[in-house]
């Protein structure tokens, strides 16, 4: 089946994408997958097309990204959540099982948190539960750097960390997609979602998830290096942590075939 785009009704307008079970049949689940900073919803086409195998796939820009409305900032974590939960509402999609990298990752954790109903399982890549002050702190030297100089600012540092050096060097093309799609992004909506990651503070309250997790780490990633996903790992009840080689940030773009392989052996022990 073709995919369906459009708009929720409720604010922000976020665009989500919605894909039916490619064999046509009724799904036996459904899958929310959610992008990392700077990314939109194509982050997950690869991958979209492989879940479609088994269920339903709902793709959505967050807000201040893609084709998603970028209400003024500052944002929290817990909105980003709750916009999660609006569109779970909205399209009625009942407890789904929540994908998502980095940011998307953050939102999965805060979403479980506060609208446990919403989510059957929870897969976490690429991310972390609280930073740092160190880290904090270069958050807040990246929203001073994007203030005084825009997206162009701090997009090739970005890309050195989304991307390990001989991926630079064998997809240049690829590199160069995402340094356009970041430099196409809301700069404001942008700082404003900086602002929720910088904040994230999950740590304390994981043990109150109490659904399936999953949690995938790549083991060159700088930015949620491996040590974060332990810590995830380790406070979610029952969790299961996956440390993809070769594997820098946005490790779904960059180990396609081993993310997936990680994510379809998680899925066979997830109860219907």
Known sequence: MN????????????????????????????????????CDLSMWDELAGHLAQHGRVVLYD????????APPGPYTM????????????????????????????????ELALRHPGRVRALALANTTSAYPEEARAGWAQRIAGIEAGGLEAIVDG???????????????????????????????????????????DTTARLPRIAVPTLVIAGALDQGT??????????????????????????????????????LHDWLLAVPA
């Open 78 to 109: 817990a909105q980003l959540a709750d916009d999660a939960a609006g569109l779970i509402d909205e399209l009625r999609l009942g407890p789904v099982t929540w994908i998502g990298l980095s940011m998307g990752g953050m939102v999965g954790q």
């Open 158 to 200: 970005a890309l050195q960390r989304w991307f390990h050096e001989g991926f630079h060097a064998a997809h240049p093309e690829a590199v160069a997609h995402w340094r356009r799609r970041v430099l196409a992004c809301d700069a404001a909506g942008y700082v404003a979602c900086c602002h929720a990651i910088a904040g994230v």
């Open 62 to 69: 967050q807000r201040g990204h893609g084709a998603s409305a």
């Open 3 to 38: 995919p369906t785009s459009g708009y929720t009704r409720g604010l922000p307008r976020l665009h989500y994408r919605v894909q039916e079970p490619s064999h046509g049949g009724r799904p036996g689940q459904t899958f929310v997958l959610a992008h990392a900073l700077g």
């Open 225 to 262: 290096p491996p040590e974060m996903a332990a810590t995830i790992a380790r406070a979610v009840p029952g969790a299961r942590l996956v440390v993809l080689p070769g594997a820098s940030h946005l490790s779904v773009l960059e180990q396609p075939v081993a993310f997936r392989e990680a």
